[in-house]
Each structure stands twice: as C-alpha cells, then as structure tokens.
C-alpha cells in the first residue's frame, strides 16, 4: 500500500541551482496535484494534471514546470532555484478530482 | 474566484471538551468539501468528504457538516484527546470541474491533557 510516494524528503539548493521533485502513485488515479505550504499560510497549487499528458498552471506556476507522460508519475520542476521557493512541497492525487485526495509525506525545501 | 478561509487560526482546549472548527467558502458552486488532518512534519490524511447535496458526515467522534447556500462547514470533535492535536484544514473542489482543490489556512489544534 504505498499511496501517494515523493522523493527526497529534504534537499537544500544553492540559488540558482535546479531539481527535480519526484511524485508517484500506484492508485491508477488520473488527477494528480503539486502544492506548496508556507507558515501558516495554507497550501497554495502550484499545477495539477488531470490524466496523462496533460497539465494545467494553478495559483503559483511560476519558476516550476511539470509533465505528465504516465498515469503514476507527475514531476515537479524547479529551474534557477530562488529563496522564495524555500517551503515544503506536497504531491497529492485522486481518482477523478471528486474522490477524496490521497498525499505524499512531502520534501522540504530549502534555498540559500 | 474561490476563497477558503478558516477561523481560528488556532485553537487550545482542554481534554474531554466538544468542539468545533469552522471553514467559509466565497463561492457556493462546489462539488464536496473534504476535511483533512495533518501532523507536523507529515503529509495530510482525509478525515471526511461531504458531497453538495449532503448536509453531513460522520466518522468516530468527527462530524462535519455542510450549509452550501451561506458558504460555511464546520468539523465537530466530540470529547477531544490530546491524539487530535493537528492543524486541520478544509478544501473545496469546485463545481466548475476544472480539477482544482482549493484549501484553507488551517486551524491547528491543541489538546491538553
């Protein structure tokens, strides 16, 4: 029952530096989610993807990139990493959007 | 656009009281609410989802219950444990069925022995 699976769990970057958040899920579930969690303020959407191959921006897209080319697999993109973008990242899924949503445990994220 | 707000921001009460935690919504054209629990440094776990046409749902000691025409929910803790200390958060899932899942702050909760 491995769920909702994200690596790594913690990384720190350089600013400037680039990486990969990895998300997987084994539910077969068609919607899958990429969130960000500052202090306090919530999660915020950064983008979600609704089935294989196809993705859309949410509330905070910029400085990411995501692709969806298979059901299980939703990767996070960060390019030229920025202290704004120290926070901890959150993958989640669900079957169709209107099932209840399934989370990774996160990475945390840090930019110095 | 949808906002989801929760009051409080947090909450600290002593073991055995009954409680409730609140979530407001802007936009009324939602699909289900769905409230969720989260430990710190964990990821969330869904406690209960509540379709539109629902007015409540219950599990254990958790009731949740759904007023869409005035935007509200509120999740009811009946005789608390200091194992419900957590932030909870509530997040709607618009009718407009782009796909979104659009969360609140979160109230974090205390329980005192």
């Known amino acids: 029952n491995a769920g909702v699976t994200q690596t790594p769990k913690f990384r720190i970057l350089k600013i400037g530096q680039s990486m990969t958040l990895q998300c997987a899920q084994d539910?077969?579930?068609?919607?899958m989610y990429w969130y960000r969690q500052d202090p306090g303020m919530g999660l915020k959407l950064i983008y979600y993807s609704v089935g294989a191959g196809i993705t859309d921006k949410g509330e905070v897209p910029n400085g990411y990139n995501v692709s969806r080319s298979t059901t299980e697999y939703f990767p996070l993109r960060l390019e030229l990493a920025a202290p704004s973008q120290t926070s901890v990242y959150f993958c989640?899924?669900?079957?169709?959007?209107?099932?209840?949503?399934?989370f990774g445990q996160g990475t945390r994220l840090t930019v110095v | 656009k949808q906002e989801v707000t929760q009051i409080p921001a947090a909450l600290s009460v002593p073991e055995g009281e009954n409680l409730v935690l609140n979530c407001s919504f802007t936009d009324s054209a939602i699909y289900n609410l769905q409230w969720f629990r989260q430990d710190p440094g964990k990821g969330l776990t869904s406690l209960l989802l509540i379709q539109s046409s629902q007015r409540e749902q219950t599990s254990g000691r958790l009731n949740a219950s759904l007023d869409k025409s005035s935007g509200r929910s509120t999740l009811y803790i009946a005789a608390s444990q200091p194992g419900d200390s957590a932030t909870y958060l509530c997040a709607v899932y618009p009718s407009s069925n782009t796909g979104k899942l659009i969360f609140g702050q979160g109230t974090t909760l205390q329980v005192k022995p």
């Open positions: 539910m077969n579930h068609n919607y």
């Open positions: 989640a899924s669900s079957y169709s959007g209107r099932e209840k949503a399934f």
